[in-house]
């Protein structure tokens, strides 16, 4: 395969399972099938989809951006790509509107350029392609778990290497300097299609890692915690801190039901209680310049919202 058709492995797949690889047998089928030195294999890329959701001029906090990529800012509350429910309003209405017709078609009609996202009410960095040749590249890093992600979260509870509950629960781990580590399985629950759950015999791999900033409270209920990714699946951080017992201020879904209490918060309990979403900002985003090879770093402050929850809590803990 040319070095310039750039795919990934998870393209490839896609392709065998659309039926778009041919080889001396016939349509491939499997992707594990073995092949032999000086076969050839046809793949038919189709071709992109006209995308028909429409370019709105909604405003960007554009980090970096050359004719290759952006990077945006995103605001809490605004939905990455338009699905049923958000028709319009979204990052990928915004981009069309920025970008005109230069984002890349890899991602189809409705997700042009988009290689991931964040969550609606999460704020912060992400990396969207404008070429083809970008997309395969930054997808690649992604995959690869090269690219490099770190959250800030305000969250109930607080991480103690000395805890006896933490250390037993399934999944989570303590590494050196009291990072928490969380390593499970994630898929779609058994019964709400719209959340995801923890697994450990079927789903896909997924890794957190979680080091305590700050805490707050007397004796500690919260803290400003850091988050890393090694791999990015869906609602993977607001799924594996719950998990833990550690789930994030605000969060409708996976909140769960151990929280700090309003005694233990002292006057920043109305703050917490009253937090609209979950308190999560994408706030780091490292990756190797798909196309000149340049390492681009970047890093966003905490938005208003969590920076007033933040300093919320700050004034209540002695």
Known sequence: MPAEAALSRSRLSRLIQQGAVSGPGGVVRDGKTRVSEGQEYHITLPETEEVETRPEA????????????????????MVVHPAPGSPN?????????????????????????????????????????????????????????????????LAHGVIDPADPRLRGIAGVSFEDGGTLKIATRLTRHATDRQKQAVYF??????????????????PPRAMLVECRLE????????????????????????????????????????????????????????????????LLSFDSPLPDDMQSLLDELRRATP
Request: positive net charge.
């Open 231 to 294: 791999t990015g699946r869906t609602h993977q951080i607001r799924v594996h801190m719950a998990h833990a017992g550690l789930g994030l201020i605000g969060d409708p879904v996976y909140g769960g039901a151990r929280k700090a209490s309003a005694k233990a918060l002292g006057s920043a309990a109305t703050a917490v209680a009253a937090f609209g979403r979950q308190a999560l900002h994408a706030a780091h985003l490292g990756f190797e310049h798909p196309v000149s090879g340049e």
């Open 58 to 77: 909604i405003p960007l906090n554009i980090a970096y951006e050359d004719d290759d990529l952006i990077v945006v800012d995103k605001v809490a509350g």
């Open 201 to 218: 015999d079927k789903g896909r791999h997924a890794v957190t890692r979680a080091r305590l900033l700050e805490s707050f409270g007397r």
């Open 89 to 153: 309003g979204t990052l990928v209405n915004a981009l069309l509107a920025h970008c005109g017709d230069t984002l890349s078609g890899i991602g189809g009609e409705r997700r042009p350029g988009i290689v991931h996202r964040i969550d609606k009410d999460t704020s912060g960095l992400l990396v969207v392609a404008k070429s083809d040749r970008a997309h395969h590249g930054l997808a690649a890093q992604f995959e690869a778990h090269s690219a490099q992600r770190r959250y800030l979260a």
